[in-house]
Every structure is written in C-alpha cells, then in structure tokens.
C-alpha cells in the first residue's frame, strides 16, 4: 500500500488534475491512497474571504464568487459533456461555505476551520469525480471521519492512534463494502489538513496536507509515500534565492527533520516523524517531470554530509529584550516572554541569550510583534530592529561563510559542528 500526496499547485487547473489522473494510472500498482490539497492558492484565498467577511468589507461577496467561478471553469473543462453529480455536491459545499461565513462573527476561532475546510472538500470531491469519470475508480472518503484531533481550529493537535484505529477500520469497511475494484485494488481519495475532534472540523495548520499524508502511512504501514510537487525534489536552497540550488538525491529522516525545522519549506516539519518511527521511505518528486528520481528520505544518513544547504528567512525582526530591574534573565522572565509570544501565535526562529538580554528572532508579523513587544513593555526594556534576514547554512565550511557574508551586517551568529546561522541586516540571496 502507498500514499500519494498532491499539493495546491498539483491540481490548479483541469489541465494539472488530468496530469494527476495520468501519475495514478502510470505510477501506481496496487493499493493507494491519495491526499490532495485546497485547489492552486484557494486556501489563501479562503482566508482573506473570512477577514473579509469578519470586517464586513464591501467586497466580500465578490471575493467567494471568484472562488467560485475559479472552481467551475475547472469543472467546466473535466465534465464537457453535462451531467456529473459533482456539480451538486459543490453547489452544497458552497451554501455551507456562506453559512459559516455569514456566522463568522459569531463562531470566532472556530469559524476558520469552518471555512478553510471546504477548500480541500471542493478538491477532492472535484478530483475524484474526474477520475471515476476517467475510469479510475475510487473512494472519496472524509477526512474529518479518520484524522482525530484536539479542539484547536487552526492548528490542531493529531491523536495518532485514535486516528489509526479510524483509518483502520474505514479500510475494513471499505473492503467489506466491495470497494476494491480492478484487480483487487484499493483507491481511496481523501482531503489534506483537515481533521475533527468529532464534532467539529479542525485544521493540522498551513500546508498540513503532507502530514495528513504521513498520519495515513503511519498508520496502515504504507511500503512508502510521494509527495509530488511542482519542483524536482528537495533542493539544497531556495531556488527564489539562489539560482543556482540543487537537487538532493538522499538524505535521512533526521536531516530533513533539521532541513524543515529550520524553515526549508519542502515537507511540512510534523511529516517526517511519524515515517521515521516506521521506517517508510519518503519521495519528493515532481509531477512536471515524474520520470525524475526526485529526492528520496529515508534511514540511511551517509549521505547527510554531501550537501551545504542554505535556508533562507527574509522579513525577520530581532526583539531584544532586557528587564528593567536589572535582574538576570531566568526561568520566571523566560517563561513570560515565551508566553506572550505563544498568545500572539508567533514563533522564535532563533533565540540568543546572555546574562542581562535576551534576543529573539522572529517572522515580522506586524501588528502582532507591536501587541507582543507592548505586553511586555511594563517589566523590560525592548530594543527591535526590522528589515533583516535569518541566514541558516547546513554542513559549512569557512570558505563558505566568508562568501555568504561578505559585506554584509551581522547582528547574530550561531554555530553548532554542523550548522551555521547568522541574522544578517537587509535581504538576501547567493548568486553565486
Ligand atoms: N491547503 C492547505 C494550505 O495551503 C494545506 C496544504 O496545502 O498542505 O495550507
Ligand atoms: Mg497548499
């Protein structure tokens, strides 16, 4: 059994879904089970929807037409010749989606998972009628029925094994049900980032489709996973930033863990863990060019020291934060720092301390680092400086260093045996 995990830009247009339908049919043999996200950049779009709609502004009705007529013009091209019962079933998703909408006020943090949701619902529901309709059958299931969750709308917390036994049993039944078709096989089609804690809908957090994906390996001990993508594989910097990046071919678990969490925005960082602990091999391949190895993850770490990779953070603050006591920094301020950041929903991508300081480097979010640096303005002195970039660079050398940094401001620096990181004042790229 594998699982198949196609992202937003994998099935943006009837053009790319039929590409989909063509990887399953070329790539596939045996059981497998398919994730697929929110349409091209419809998760985006559902979310400036919701402020929309939130603040009242003018346009908001306009704003879920477009959403519409973006998710009908692909219909429109898949089902040419009249009728499919998919046309229903989106016209539904979209009276639900102006319901949760207009009670958005009311619903608070709940109301974004009402309505981001129903971007991967349309999807599948989209994707999966194309392929039965392509011969390519398969079973639509809902997610909100296999991935169990905590209660946080945004980003909800999975409980693995509750989901299993869901997952596990969903496939019984399926299979009792004369579900397997064509050689005894299984397709099943099911929605990314999507979850419940069994009464309401619940999202894994942004671009949580290849987690979902990992949940269903984890738990049917898949032989591996795709993830197929509009890139050749994981790449040893951000192409955007460094024309010149390259493609892994190998890498363990343990340096795509490191490669994530540092912020290379390949596989989304709670992905990995869960095929580690199972040992199931994870590709990276592209679905413009599938005959490509793409980037193979797995075990096997010999091959971990071959690449100096770049991680490029651009849009970052650095919040120094001093108490105004002159008291040291310890556990009892540390804590509150760390609570203020955490109600702010911010994150430090580096943290540095001395005695007297503490420096955190985090996304400039705004008007959410203005109310965090507030909160905390009663107790500490705040020193903050804007327009800079965190610079993390994986299995360095001092040639290499000298080269990133040359000429430029270095307000932090980091260093571990393997990995080197610096805050560095402007933006940033490597032309070289
Ligand atoms: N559609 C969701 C997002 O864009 C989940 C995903 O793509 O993985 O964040
Ligand atoms: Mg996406």
Redesign the pocket.
């Known amino acids: 059994m594998k699982v198949y995990k196609f ?2 830009a994998s099935v943006k247009d009837a053009e790319s879904v039929r590409n989909v339908a063509h990887i399953i049919e070329e790539y596939n043999d045996g059981e497998l089970w398919v994730v697929v ?2 349409m091209g950049k419809t ?1 985006n779009a559902l979310e400036s929807v919701l402020e929309a709609y939130r603040h009242q502004f003018e346009n908001r009705e306009q704003s879920v037409e477009r959403i519409r007529t973006f998710h009908e013009d692909i219909m429109r091209d898949l089902f040419p010749f009249g009728e499919n019962e998919v046309w229903n079933e989106v016209e539904d998703l979209f009276i639900q989606l102006k319901e949760s909408l207009e009670q958005a006020p009311d619903t608070g943090h709940q109301a974004y998972a009402e309505v981001i949701s129903i ?2 619902l349309l999807s599948t529901h989209i994707v999966s009628a194309y392929l039965n309709s392509v011969g390519i059958l398969n079973e639509w299931a809902d997610a909100r029925e296999l991935i169990c969750t905590d209660s946080r709308p945004e980003e909800a917390k999975v409980d693995l094994k509750k989901s299993q036994q869901r997952i596990q049993q969903h496939r019984n039944e399926l299979i009792t049900g004369g579900a397997l078709h064509e050689e005894d096989e299984l397709l099943v089609m099911t929605q ?2 999507i979850g419940s804690n069994g009464e309401n809908v619940t999202t894994l957090g ?5 987690f979902t994906a990992g949940i269903l390996a984890w738990s049917l001990d898949a032989q591996e996973v795709s993830i197929w993508k509009d890139v050749p594989g994981m790449l040893n910097a951000d192409p955007k930033y460094f024309p010149k990046a390259q493609t892994i071919e190998k890498l363990s678990y343990k340096e795509a863990i490191e490669l994530s969490y540092y912020g290379a925005s390949v596989i ?1 960082p709670k992905t990995l863990k869960p095929l580690q602990n199972k040992n199931i091999p994870l590709y990276v391949r592209s679905f413009n060019d599938p005959d490509k190895g793409g980037t193979l993850i797995h075990e096997d770490d010999s091959k971990d020291q071959d690449h100096t990779s770049y991680i490029f953070k651009q849009n970052q603050v650095l919040v120094s934060i001093i108490p105004t006591d002159f008291s040291f920094i310890m556990e009892d301020n540390l804590s509150e720092i760390f609570k203020a950041m955490s109600e702010q929903g911010l994150r430090a991508n580096l943290v540095q301390n001395s005695a007297l300081s503490l420096s955190i480097c985090l996304d400039d979010k705004g008007q959410r680092v203005d109310d965090f640096r507030d909160s905390l303005s009663g107790s500490f002195r705040i020193l903050y400086n804007q327009g800079l970039s965190l610079v993390t660079v994986r299995h360095y050398d001092e040639k290499t260093i000298q080269r990133l940094l040359e000429g430029r401001e270095v307000l932090v620096e980091q260093r571990s045996r393997q990995t080197a990181r610096y805050v560095v004042r402007g933006g940033f790229t490597l032309s070289t």
Do not use: I, L, M
């Open positions: 992202g937003g996200s929110a998760t971007g991967e990314g980032f942004r671009e949580g489709s290849d989304h």
